[in-house]
């Protein structure tokens, strides 16, 4: 009886591990960045304004808004590390296992 | 520990296979059961527990208040919640220092659904060489029926999932009539939708490859393990040279080790890795090598362990200790940061009070020989009981305090503003002066909380 190879899991493709890697790191740090923002601030005292935009009716409103807009803030900043790093060989530096 | 290697470049446009784990029995595998029945009923039920007439566990984020049974924390008590996720990590760097990664096989959200999930996956496609069948089988109406009720199954326990989540943060009584009555709000429905499909998708799709590829603990582990540190390893001195052979054979004489390479260790992995080269990355203890190794062991009359729970200065021939300066400090570390914890929210101050300056004008003459400065007085009674309170000022003895009401109360849990003035006789005192206003428990006289601002005079 042997554990035949086919099946066993593919290793994920590059493009694959790049998207997982930075779609869940970045919720995490959406996650925290959502909770420190919203200890300190108020979503309705951020409304204060004469004419509040619509999206800050309720402070649940506020809260989503503010964690996808932080989510997808921190994914940009993830996805452009990771082209960064996988485009830097050219650069001369040698990286083990390339 | 092995990090990442480079070698993703191997199948870079590879499709993502399935993982067939075989299911297990033993003893790992029914502590495991034991901790999912606890973690997940703990999640399930707490919400549903009432405490003196409302949620007693409960993170009002609409009105920016957590209840915890008898505890109401405002967002001004936020400190608490950053030195509890302090303690959070801390207590995962001493447990896995000690126990390795315990926190992975036995407690992690995305093991614990997971295995929820697969269970599901069991009752309605059959075990492991069943499913692998199924799957290769062309469609057909048994197909179809078994993969449906698999569905059906993992969709409503992953919406009921979803539906729990967010019953921490609304009344969840009130989120069951409202489902009931499709009467829901959207931000609610979108959140146990969302919830719910994270669940879904990690539990019934993903699995351990979020632990492989998208875990950052799974990477950084390793940088709080040492050579005591328990980890699952493969007995390599016993073990080896592994080979094939008939049960009451005299292995040894053919110069064989204990291993007879049946490959059920890899079989049972969920990450699909062969314990016998060594601890790998991907490992997250869940010891289903050790409960299917130690059957077969016991079916050979060998004795149990060729795969266990060991540390490498064990498996060194070295003496393992539990006590080492990383363990002590981590540990002493975690009992100040706890016992500052209880003491901190023991003797939390029952009451936040702020002193606003009304901000239209600096100073009022009234006209008949007095200068008035006008606050307002916020106070949050942080009790689950009410409050009644006496306010003080302290400062130069020119001023003296005005209370509109005299009869200052506060419900348990309630914030209220309250208007006081300030005054002096014309010409006391000029420029700014700090003040302090102070207030005082009527029952006990004792003072519970004071603010600071400034009176200023012509």
């Known amino acids: 009886m042997n554990a035949s190879d086919e099946d066993r899991p593919a290793p994920w493709s590059r493009l694959r591990q790049d998207v997982g890697a930075v779609v869940w790191s970045s919720f995490l740090a959406a996650c925290l960045a959502t909770m420190l923002f919203f200890a300190a601030f108020d979503p309705l005292l951020l409304a204060s304004d004469d004419n509040p935009p619509w999206w800050l009716e309720s402070r649940m409103t506020g809260y989503g808004i503010g964690f996808f807009f932080f989510w997808f803030v921190c994914a940009v900043a993830g996805f452009l590390t990771s082209a960064l790093l996988h485009s830097a060989s050219a650069s001369g530096t040698e990286r083990q296992g390339d | ?98 126990a390795g990664r315990l ?50 199954l993992w969709v409503s326990f992953a919406l009921f999932t979803g539906l729990t989540f967010v019953g921490f943060f609304s009344p969840i009584r009130g989120l069951v009539t409202s489902t009931f009555t499709l009467s829901l709000g959207p931000w609610e429905t979108f959140w146990i939708l ?79 890795i062969d314990i016998r080269k060594g601890l790998q990355y991907e490992c997250i203890a869940c010891a289903a090598c050790i409960d299917a190794c130690d059957d077969v062991m016991a079916k050979m009359n060998y004795p149990q362990g060729l795969i266990r729970y060991s540390t490498q200065a064990a498996l060194e021939g070295k003496p393992t200790r539990i006590l080492r300066p990383r363990s002590v400090v981590y ?36 006209g008949d020989g007095w200068i008035e400065n006008v606050y307002t007085v916020r106070i949050l009674n942080k009790d689950a009981g009410p409050q009644r309170l006496l306010l003080t000022l302290e400062g130069p003895e020119e001023l003296s305090l005005e209370v509109e009401t005299t009869e200052l109360q506060l419900e348990g849990g309630e914030v209220k503003g309250f208007p006081v003035r300030i005054r002096m006789q014309a010409d006391a005192l000029r420029g700014g002066h700090e003040i302090e206003i102070e207030a005082t428990s009527r029952e006990t006289g004792k003072k519970l909380a004071s603010g600071e601002s400034r009176f200023i005079a012509p």
């Open chain 2, 1 to 98: 520990m092995n990090a990442p290697s480079g070698e993703t470049g191997v199948g870079l446009y590879a499709a993502q296979q399935k993982v067939y784990p075989r299911e297990v029995k033993g003893r790992f595998r029914t502590l495991r059961t034991a901790s999912i029945f606890v973690l997940l009923g703990l999640f399930y039920i707490v919400p549903w527990i009432q405490w003196s007439g409302r949620q007693a566990v409960l993170f009002d984020l609409p009105a920016r208040r957590f209840y915890i049974f008898g505890l109401t924390f405002f967002p001004q008590d936020f400190f608490f919640l950053t030195w509890l996720l302090i303690m959070a990590a801390l207590s995962l760097f001493f447990f896995t220092a000690v």
């Open chain 2, 103 to 152: 926190w992975c096989g036995f407690a992690c959200p995305q093991t614990v659904w997971t295995e929820v999930f697969v269970w599901m996956e069991r009752v309605t496609e059959g075990n492991r060489s069943q499913r692998m069948k199924l799957d290769k089988a062309p469609w057909s109406l048994h197909k179809l029926a078994r993969k449906s009720a698999k569905q059906v």
């Open chain 2, 194 to 272: 969302f919830y719910g499909f994270a669940t879904y998708g990690n539990a019934g799709y993903l699995r351990e490859q979020v632990c492989k590829y998208m875990c950052p603990y799974a990477r950084f582990q390793s940088a709080m393990f040492d050579r005591q540190t328990l980890i699952i390893s493969y007995d390599t001195a016993r073990g080896e040279p592994r080979g094939a052979r008939g049960r009451d054979s005299d292995y040894k004489a053919k110069g064989l080790g204990d291993c007879i390479d049946c490959t059920l260790c890899v079989q049972v992995c969920p990450t699909g």
């Open chain 2, 331 to 366: 540990g002493l570390l975690l009992l100040g940061l706890m016992a500052g914890f209880v003491v901190a929210v023991a003797t939390r101050a029952p009451i936040g009070m702020e002193v606003l300056r009304d901000r239209n004008a600096l100073y009022r003459d009234t």
